[in-house]
């Protein structure tokens, strides 16, 4: 049947085509009646084939003709399409369609017709544009712009909300009446329908979240005059959006909580729980009290998205005072929307009981905190206050009071056993005017190896005002006054300062302690004074300084007042009374400090610490000298050291025969020759004896040597002489050997002591050498 539908429209089109060109000719042959000359030209301008067309190709399409009338003539088709899709016959000028041809991929193509002579190629007439238009068949089903649509609606939602919109396109001509028409249908799932434009709507009322929150549908989409019945579905995803129509509701009908009595206040409790199957944004809970009412004591808060109820304490429990709490707790929602409210009632109540445990609670103080004032300088002998602590418990235990920061820090202060604080020195205000203690209770377990339990209380202790220091002079002045002054000159303007607290009304007297000086005081009534000339013309040669006894006098409770020396220093002046010369009196004034006289005291004593030593190295030197002159004997054995280190050849051991320098008693030991190299030993005489054996010449030979060196007052008190002559024989360390050295361990000419002045004239007569002394001697 569709086939030949198709083809009915075919043979439609290409008569209606045929009788286009008809017209064409009957118009033709009329025009030449009338007019004795015509213009050649092309008869046509637009040709119409059947979309995908059935029968055999190639499908004619169209016939070119020309006004021109020439065996010779043929035509030609030009463009992106010809001799491809479309070719024409020479001879005749049919065109003819070499492939099916799909409207919805190309609906119009555009060709150039010309006609020329076939022996000379030339164009007989000018080039003609035509168009082959296709004419469109219902041969496409309408296609959905996506596959899965999303749409949502609130639930308990009327009958015919609007959900989302679907679209589907059709390809075909929308010229065409009924080609591109798309109607829609619901083939699968409820509750929902749809219009013929695509738009989702409910089909029935009030749906319900809870109960079911998502649908999913198949929407079917097919056009009007559809021939075989193609079509498309797609699938629409509905989601049901909440709305607050379901209040909360508690999980069971009481709630018993235990807590200790020391809880923090704002801690939990324990927590209510509510059911509301509600979205977490559409819960509002609210909690209150109904019976039983503690709203002093507790309060509900509710927890963000879960909304249960957090209870917590808003002062302290105490289990000696009340151990259990009982109340009825209500839970609602203001917000839900009653018309959709099933149950008819918007409120649940469950009953809440909390149970207080008993804790070992820390000492309570009395007060918190204290706050004394005591006047500054007091004696410290009576307590400024006491603290009190209890125990709070039913033990009742006794307290112990500690200090446990002071500040600012000192040990100002002292605790007793039963709380009494205490001065242990005098407070100064000025040192500080507030004193913050830091005091620990702590409860006595006796017996007990748990650490005490303690609490603190803050002690705030104001230091007060009291006038105990007398004024004084601002700073160190220095007048200075001409010695030519004319009576009534301004010297200086003094002004004095006050340790005690400056307050408003505070005023300093200035008086003269005598009356009897050139000087006066003028008062400028803004604690200060100028010290002026009484009589003028100062004796500078008879008195270089004036000392000038202030009296500065408070007006406080009770007055004092201190004297302050002015030491004023006359000069010599110029005509103009500018000061030229003060030096002396200046002098005068400062005179010898303090530290300048330990500086003094410290050379003099580093001078006596000198002198001591070099004294010391002048009687060595002579000791050395008498050594190197008058050594009366050397000892037995001589060792040389040549060098140190190359193994066994560092040392040179000269032995003579064990002991045998025995002399006869009452000889002198033979001396050392210092000018040679080695040593040159006397001809000992050996004691003789009858009989004596080895053992008995030794003994008698120890007895010698033994008289010999305590009889002998010339010789030193060892009988070992070491000459160190090198240190090795690729050292560059000189000879450590004293002998041959000075009378002095260092190599610094002292000399330069002659060019410090006088002063240590005497210092390098005793340490630098003598002209004729040889430092080495």
């Known amino acids: ?70 065996e010779n003539a043929k035509y030609v088709l030009h463009g992106e399409y010809a001799n491809s899709i479309f070719k024409v016959k020479e001879d005749t000028g049919d065109v003819y369609a070499f492939e099916r041809l799909d409207r919805e991929k190309k609906a119009e193509y555009e060709l150039t017709a010309l006609i020329i002579d076939k022996r000379t190629n030339k164009s007989l007439e000018p080039p003609s544009t035509f168009r082959i238009k296709v004419y469109d068949v219902n041969d496409n089903s309408p296609v959905f712009v996506q596959k899965v649509f999303n749409g949502s609606v609130p639930e308990m939602s009327p009958l015919g909300t609007s959900v989302t919109t679907v679209t589907a396109v059709d390809a075909d001509d929308p010229t065409v009446a009924g080609y591109a028409t798309v109607v829609y249908k619901v083939i699968q799932g409820k509750n929902f329908t749809v219009s013929k434009s695509g738009v989702i709507s409910t089909a029935v009322a009030n749906l319900d979240r809870e109960e079911q929150s998502r649908y999913e549908i198949v929407v079917e989409a097919k056009d009007s005059q559809g021939l075989h019945g193609e079509s498309s579905t797609a699938t629409v995803i509905i989601t049901l959006g909440d709305i607050n129509d379901n209040p909360p509701t508690f999980g069971q009908k009481s709630f018993h909580f235990k807590v200790p009595e020391n809880i923090r206040v704002g801690g939990e409790v324990g927590r209510l729980k509510v059911e509301d199957i509600d979205e977490p944004q559409n819960r509002n809970t609210e909690y209150s009290f109904v019976k039983g009412d503690y709203r002093d004591t507790f309060k509900i808060v509710a927890k963000a998205l879960t909304k249960e109820g957090i209870l917590q304490p808003m002062k302290p429990l105490d289990y000696e005072r009340i151990k259990q709490y009982k109340f009825d707790i209500e839970a609602t929602d203001r917000t839900v929307d009653l018309r959709y409210f099933k149950f008819g009632v918007s409120k649940s109540i469950a009953s809440v009981t909390i149970y207080v445990l008993d804790v070992d609670e820390p000492p309570v103080f009395t007060f918190t905190p204290y706050r004394w004032a005591i006047a500054e300088n007091i004696h410290p002998r009576n307590p400024i206050g006491s603290v009190h602590a209890s125990d709070p418990d039913a033990a009742k235990r006794k307290i112990r009071y500690t200090i446990r920061r002071t500040n600012p820090g000192g040990d100002y202060f002292k605790i007793s056993n039963n709380g009494d604080i205490s001065l242990t020195k005098s407070l100064d205000r000025e040192t500080s005017v507030w004193y913050n203690l830091t005091v620990a209770a702590q409860e006595i377990i006796e017996g007990s190896k748990l650490p005490d339990i303690e609490s603190h209380a803050q002690v705030y202790i104001e230091v007060l005002y009291r006038n105990d220091n007398a004024p004084e002079f601002a700073e160190a002045y220095s007048p200075k006054v001409c010695e030519n002054a004319a009576p009534g000159k301004v010297i200086i303007t003094i002004s004095a300062t006050d340790k005690d607290e400056m307050l408003p009304g505070v005023y300093f007297k200035y008086s003269l302690a005598t009356e009897d000086s050139n000087f006066t005081l003028i008062d400028n009534h803004d604690n200060s004074a100028n010290v002026t000339v009484k009589y003028g013309q100062f004796n500078r040669e008879l008195t270089k300084i004036h000392y000038l006894p202030v009296i500065i006098a408070d007006n406080g409770s009770p007055d ?119 040593p040159t030993y006397a001809v000992v005489q050996k004691p003789t004896g009858n009989g004596l054996s080895g053992t008995g010449e030794m003994a008698i030979m120890i007895e010698v040597k033994k008289d010999e060196a305590d009889n002998d ?45 006088p002063r240590f004239k005497m210092l390098a007569e005793l340490y630098a050498l003598e002209p004729n002394e040889d430092p080495f001697y």
Request: contains cysteine; glycine residues 6%.
């Open 713 to 757: 007052g010339d010789l030193l008190p060892y009988d070992t002489l070491h000459i160190y002559g090198y240190e090795g024989a690729e050292s560059i360390a000189e000879s450590l050997s004293s002998l041959e050295s000075g009378s002095s361990d260092s190599d610094i000419d002292y000399d330069f002591l002659n060019d410090w002045g």
């Open 1 to 70: 049947m569709e086939s030949l539908v198709l083809l009915v429209s075919s043979l439609l089109a290409l008569v209606s085509a045929q009788q286009e060109d008809l017209k064409t000719h009957l118009n033709l042959s009329v025009n030449k009646n009338i007019h004795k000359r015509m213009r050649r030209d092309w008869i046509w301008n637009q040709m119409h084939i059947m979309e995908e067309r059935i029968d055999q190709l190639p499908h004619h399409v169209g016939k070119l003709v020309s006004s021109i009338r020439n």
């Open 560 to 678: 004092l007042s201190s004297t302050n020396t002015l030491s004023i220093s006359v000069c010599k002046c110029n005509e103009a009374g500018e000061l030229t010369f003060c030096e002396e009196a200046a002098a005068v004034q400062v005179g010898v400090g303090i530290q300048a006289l330990v500086a003094i005291f410290i050379c003099i004593l580093t001078i006596i610490v000198i002198t001591l030593l070099i004294v010391l190295k002048k009687r060595h030197k002579k000791d050395l000298n008498v050594l190197r002159k008058n050594v009366p004997e050397i000892h037995e054995q001589l060792v040389t050291y040549d060098e140190e280190g190359g193994g066994e050849m560092d040392t040179t051991s000269y032995d003579v025969s064990v002991l045998n320098s025995v002399r006869n008693v009452g000889m002198k030991p033979p001396r050392l020759t210092l000018e040679t190299g080695h």
